[in-house]
């Protein structure tokens, strides 16, 4: 009975925190420049195939849809994680597209003030990067970012991020 309680109240909050990223979404980023956080399993996903949301939207980087943030951890974690992962690539080519990524970006300081806010203490950074930059966090995790709406940040696929560069271009 205890865990049944517990799953109505966890979907409940779940469903709350859907909703404030709707009001985000729809109400307040529309009238603010566009600023992201891509998570690391974006680039992994671009780097992988041509095909997919992913590559479309790293392929977008430089054209001014929307401006990337970055921090000093989050591009040693893509550097750490493509290195470790990445069959297709050699090692100066993952180097070429992370400079690439970096000198088209905004770079932040975080000073990891507050933690732990998620249920992967590893991927606090991301949400606190993007507190600090005012950004959507682009992941294909969004799970793992629910409790950003707490916080006011705006979590989408790479897909419905696309949707909405399209809606308000």
């Not at 992994?44 to 790293?58: E, H, M, N, P, T």
């Not at 400079?99 to 998620?118: G, T």
Request: proline share 2%; with cysteine.
């Amino acid at each position: 009975m205890t865990g049944e309680i517990w799953r109505g109240e966890s979907k409940i909050a779940l469903q709350k925190m859907i909703g404030l990223t709707a009001i985000l979404v729809s109400h307040i980023l529309p009238f603010m420049g566009i600023n992201i956080v891509l998570d690391t399993n974006v680039l992994v996903s671009a780097l992988r195939s041509s095909q997919g949301a992913s590559f479309r939207l790293l392929s977008m980087v430089e054209k001014g849809s929307f401006t990337l943030h970055l921090s000093t951890t989050l591009v040693a974690e893509y550097e750490a994680v493509l290195k470790r992962e990445n069959r297709l690539l050699t090692t100066e080519e993952i180097d070429d597209i992370i400079d690439f990524i970096c000198s088209r970006a905004v770079l932040n300081k975080i000073f990891y003030l507050w933690r732990p806010v998620l249920k992967d203490p590893g991927d606090d950074f991301i949400l606190e990067l993007a507190v600090k930059a005012n950004a959507i966090i682009v992941t294909w995790n969004e799970a793992d970012f629910i409790n950003g709406a707490k916080l006011g940040v705006a979590v989408m696929t790479p897909r419905t991020f696309l949707e909405y560069l399209e809606e308000h271009a």
